[in-house]
Nanobody, 123 residues
Framework: QGQLTESGGGLVQAGGALRLSCSAS????????MGWSRQAPGKDREFVAV?????????YYADSVKGRFTISRDNAEKTMYLQMSSLKPEDTAVYYC???????????????WGQGTQVTVSS
């Protein structure tokens, strides 16, 4: 997997929405499971969501975001998305996109991460 670049972060009020994007360069984007993680100041990195290589048959979310976040991907564009709605102040973090050659429901298995994009939710 090549380089991953996140974008779309910003400042939003509680209850608002943002859509993050993750663009991949290099080859074989469609061969990888893709996912999102986040890290708040002073806290450990947390798994957020993952999507299967074809995007259609399997997604998995952390309980903390289930029902509010939606992960998707466009293999033709080599881009993955995270639509975030009903945002809460506790969603404030740097969000990272990553790739894994295998299905995973945690941070284990992800071999590379992007540089991250800051999401700040004000109360």
């Amino acid at each position: 997997q090549g380089q991953l670049t996140e974008s779309g972060g910003g400042l939003v009020q509680a209850g608002g929405a943002l859509r993050l994007s993750c663009s991949a360069s290099g080859q074989s984007f469609s061969n990888y499971f893709m996912g999102w993680s986040r890290q708040a100041p002073g806290k450990d990195r947390e798994f957020v969501a993952v999507i299967s290589w074809n995007g259609g048959d399997w997604t998995y979310y952390a309980d903390s975001v289930k029902g509010r976040f939606t992960i998707s991907r466009d293999n033709a564009e080599k881009t993955m998305y995270l639509q975030m709605s009903s945002l809460k102040p506790e969603d404030t973090a740097v969000y990272y996109c990553g790739s894994s050659p295998h299905a995973t429901t945690s941070l284990v298995g992800f071999g590379s991460w992007g540089q991250g994009t800051q999401v700040t939710v004000s109360s």
